[in-house]
């Protein structure tokens, strides 16, 4: 019995992988599609300033008085590489903007966030960079190096701020000529 339970199954499982095995693609008829681009400069961040956190403080409530009020500008930079040699680079920032104001970056909804405050970026010359706009140029030196300074505060975007967490998430493109 064992026996003839082996000679059936036997071929009824080699039928079975026989059928699969034709229903799948020739050998040699897969299409792989490889793509990508070969440039003359990567023009990035350096490496160990791709995620940069900017402390930006803690304030008192009295500081924002009134819809504009700012807090003391912190400066962050990044340290460009790797672009074209005497080129220059834009950077864009992205993120939620703030429902009052949506040149500025919202603060990061919770239980627990502040109200009425939102996350100004401004430029090297400490001018309203808003978000989703291109930076002025700066300038690469004749290796393709350059620094990009920017500046983030805190700004009250209504009569009657509210405490709490008031944190902002960003994230940035740059572009060289």
Known sequence: MKKHIKQTLLPLLCGSLLIHSAAAYE???????????????????????????????????????????????????????????????TFVF????????SSLLAINEGASAAGSVAVEILDSQKNRLPVETKSPKIAMDINGNGQAQFYANYIATGNRPTPGIADADATFMITYD
């Open 27 to 89: 050998l040699g008829r897969v299409n792989i599609e490889l793509s990508g681009e070969i440039v003359a400069y990567s023009c990035g961040v350096e490496v160990s300033q791709a995620n940069k956190k900017v402390e930006l403080g803690r304030w008192a409530l009295k500081n924002f008085r009134a819809a504009g009020d700012k807090t003391q500008s912190m400066p962050f930079s990044f340290q460009l590489q790797n672009c074209p040699p005497s080129s220059a680079v």
């Open 94 to 101: 992205s993120g939620k903007k703030d429902k009052q104001d």
